[in-house]
Nanobody, 115 residues
């Protein structure tokens, strides 16, 4: 059974930082492309960042220079370091694993940026 378990969300003030983690089980983690998506209230889910099995990264323009995605294949975990957070970063953040057209999703973790 595949599981993606996100953690690290919470309430943070504008300008603050958070680090999200997503621990995977039930997949050969090292061959999967991993990504972080987010969905704000009333909006569609959007890609935040992804990191292929070959270590290629891709970021949404809105987070470039502020967010960093990384992975630890030994720990089967993908991370999202979020710095200089803004109120518009408020959303539920979801972990995604994809390979050969098959996708798996985590249940999401809430990030709220507010003073």
């Amino acid at each position: 059974q595949v599981q993606l378990l996100e953690s690290g969300g919470g309430l943070v003030q504008p300008g603050g930082s958070l680090r999200l983690s997503c621990a995977a089980s039930g997949i050969i983690f090292s061959i999967f492309d991993m990504g972080w998506y987010r969905q704000a209230a009333g909006k569609q889910r959007e890609l935040v960042a992804d990191l292929t099995s070959r270590e290629r990264t891709n970021y949404a323009d809105s987070v470039k220079g502020r967010f960093t995605i990384s992975r630890d294949n030994a720990k089967k975990t993908v991370y999202l370091q979020m710095n200089s957070l803004k109120p518009e970063d408020t959303a539920v953040y979801y972990c995604n694993a994809e390979k050969w057209g098959t996708q798996y999703w985590g249940q999401g973790t809430q990030v709220t940026v507010s003073s």
